[in-house]
Structures are given as structure tokens and as C-alpha cells.
């Protein structure tokens, strides 16, 4: 089946305290994506991938670190948990083959994390 | 990427077709008008996208007016299942990012 999936599902951790949250998709896509979702402001892309080694920043990136060395995952870095990082994350995949289908994105699960 | 603006939230009921507006008065000549849904905090679902043609696959109808300055999207029979928040997006298809905003959530009555 294909799918995007994400662990943990649900992390309660306390301020500082590094953790990485992790993204695979099975689809063999190129373009992968982090997304953060907090009431009343959608949401917003944190870190987004073209490719194995291809990383760039996206709306909401500090805080964050993110790497791709393959092409399946691509693993959400937190270095210092600060409680304004608590909100709902969400990765995403697509394929960048055809120009029509580029944002056909594929979500995994998500992520609560709740940092104290 | 253009800006989308959608009512709020509708009520359909079971069984019947749920027609979901979306005024995207700004959108340029290449830009793709997108469909997602978000089913309570799951990871949002996509649904449906086109250019200028309308569209139809098996989740729902896409319908864009001439001018492309707003779409429908339509659910051709509403089960409680569809009880979401579906947000319209317009954007180029090669595009990083897309905008969620905040969507219409749209609730199925029995």
C-alpha cells in the first residue's frame, strides 16, 4: 500500500531536549515535505526536499533541521524543544515525474508533540 | 501563488450533493486549482485538481468557469463521511509550497 508514515505518532517532551520525529514513503517520490499545523493559521511548510541531498527552507524553518541522505526518508530535527514547537506536523510526498501531478502531495498520519 | 477565499463552513445533507464554492479572482494563466480535504487532525487527502477543463475522478467533480476566477467542487452524493475541512488551493504545478489556508468545513447531516 502506498503511504507516507510518520513516527511518533503522539511525543510529550520537555524543553531542550533534542528529538527527531521521522518521515518514509514507500512511492519512490522525489519531493518531500514538513508541514506544521496550529489553530487558526493552517498550515505552513516547514522544510521541503527536491531530491536525495536537495533541502530548502520553507515558511517556518527555525527551530527545525531536516536531512535526505535517501530518498525514502526525511527525518523532522528538533536540536532544543521550545514550547511554541507544540503543534500537529505533518509530512507530505509527491512526485515531481509529471509536471501535472507535482502537487498531488501524499500526507502521512501526523504528529502530535506537545513540548513542556 | 494566487489567494483563494472560501465561506467557512456549509451543511449538506446525506445522500445529496455537496457543492463547495472557491473565489480565486487573482489566479494567472498557469496556475492549477487544487482540492484537498482534512478529516478531523488526520493528514489532509487529495482530492482533485485542473487547469481550465473541468474535471471528475472517482471522489468528486471539479468545475471551473470560464474566466477560471472560481470553481466548485462537487460531491456528487454527501455520505457523513465527508464531514471534513476541504481547502481550495490555487498554485503552479511546480511549485514547493502549497497554501492551505483555512478551508470550508463542510458538515454532512443525517
Known amino acids: 500500500e502506498a503511504q507516507v508514515t510518520q513516527n511518533p505518532r503522539y511525543l510529550i517532551t520537555v524543553t531542550g531536549k533534542k528529538l527527531t520525529v521521522t518521515c518514509s514513503q514507500n512511492?519512490?517520490?522525489?519531493?518531500m515535505s514538513w508541514y506544521r499545523q496550529d489553530p487558526g493559521l493552517g498550515l505552513r511548510q516547514i522544510y521541503y526536499s527536491m531530491n536525495v541531498e536537495v533541502t530548502d527552507k520553507g515558511d517556518v524553518p527555525e527551530g527545525y533541521k531536516v536531512s535526505r541522505k535517501e530518498k525514502r526518508n526525511f527525518p523532522l530535527i528538533l536540536e532544543s524543544p521550545s514550547p511554541n514547537q507544540t503543534s500537529l506536523y505533518f509530512c507530505?510526498?509527491?512526485?515531481?515525474?509529471?509536471?501535472?501531478?507535482?502537487?498531488?502531495?501524499?500526507f502521512g498520519p501526523g504528529t502530535r508533540l506537545t513540548v513542556l | 501563488d494566487a489567494k483563494t477565499t472560501q465561506p467557512p463552513s456549509m451543511d449538506c445533507a446525506e445522500g445529496r450533493a455537496a457543492n463547495l464554492p472557491c473565489n480565486h479572482s487573482?489566479?494567472?494563466?498557469?496556475?492549477?486549482v487544487y482540492w484537498y480535504r482534512q478529516i478531523h487532525s488526520q493528514g489532509p487527502q487529495y482530492i482533485i485538481h485542473g487547469l481550465k477543463n473541468n474535471e471528475t475522478n472517482e471522489m468528486a467533480s471539479l468545475i471551473i468557469t470560464e474566466d477560471r476566477k472560481s470553481s466548485t467542487l462537487i460531491l456528487p452524493h454527501a455520505t457523513l463521511r465527508d464531514t471534513a475541512v476541504y481547502y481550495c488551493i490555487a498554485g503552479f504545478p511546480g511549485a514547493n509550497n502549497l497554501f492551505f489556508g483555512t478551508g470550508t468545513r463542510l458538515t454532512v447531516i443525517p
Open positions: 507530505a510526498s509527491s512526485s515531481l515525474t509529471e509536471v501535472r501531478s507535482y502537487n498531488e502531495q501524499f
Open positions: 512511492m519512490n517520490h522525489e519531493y
Open positions: 487573482t489566479i494567472s494563466g498557469n496556475e492549477y
